[in-house]
């Protein structure tokens, strides 16, 4: 028998990759279960409801996003604005193995935002966090003086985190790369001109 941790781990990542396929709506969890194996006791051993389980979906996506941040803001051997690219860069590599499928945060947020203050709230708070990681490297960039002077990093890391969902979207429909290349190259290249 399995540890009980491995089966919600199980679930969740069958959840996420299904959520972001799916959508929370086209979601049923009888076809979690199948896809894992899961007898039905067992989700909801671990899941009150449809809704827990994609707040927890949530929170383990997030828990990649802030490893991948990790990763990259972190290397102090790159500038900072070298190590946010590298944050967009090796997202979009994710985006690609997932088929271009887009933000999971992105996809739910415009499917439930508008009928649910809970995930409304939950995903705002998702990306305010993202933005304020990225801000603090944007502030090293400025006083590095790779950025202008007057620059607002906060400002600049809500914007590079809402052109990023909206190229996102746009990778999605039309199922390549592209979007996702163009917003970041004319991102970066506006970032530092003065």
């Known amino acids: 028998m399995q540890p009980t ?12 990759a299904m959520l972001l396929e799916h959508g929370y709506h086209g979601l049923g969890i009888q076809a979690v279960l ?5 007898p039905k006791g067992s989700f909801y051993h671990h899941f009150k409801d ?14 990649h996003v802030h490893t ?4 990259c803001l972190g290397d102090t051997g790159t500038p900072p604005l070298g190590r946010v690219r590298g944050f967009f860069e090796l ?3 994710s985006y690609r193995k997932e088929g271009y499928m887009g933000c999971l945060l992105g996809g739910l947020g415009q499917e439930l935002s508008g009928v649910s203050d809970v995930f409304r709230h939950k995903i705002e708070w998702c990306f305010s966090e993202i933005a304020k990681r990225i801000a603090l490297c944007l502030e090293e960039a400025r ?13 600049m890391a809500s914007l590079l985190v809402d052109c990023w969902e ?7 429909l039309r199922g390549n790369a ?6 970041l190259d004319f991102f970066f290249h506006s970032a530092v001109s003065r």
């Open 5 to 16: 941790h491995s089966t919600k781990q199980r679930l969740l990542d069958a959840g996420m």
């Open 34 to 38: 199948v896809a894992t194996g899961t």
């Open 50 to 63: 449809k809704e827990d389980f994609a707040l927890q979906v949530i929170d383990e996506y997030m828990r």
């Open 68 to 71: 991948g941040l990790d990763v």
């Open 91 to 93: 997202t979009r590599q």
């Open 143 to 155: 006083k590095n003086g790779d950025l202008p002077a007057g620059s607002d990093a906060q400002r």
């Open 166 to 172: 909206g190229a996102a979207l746009r990778s999605r």
């Open 178 to 183: 592209a979007p996702l290349t163009a917003m």
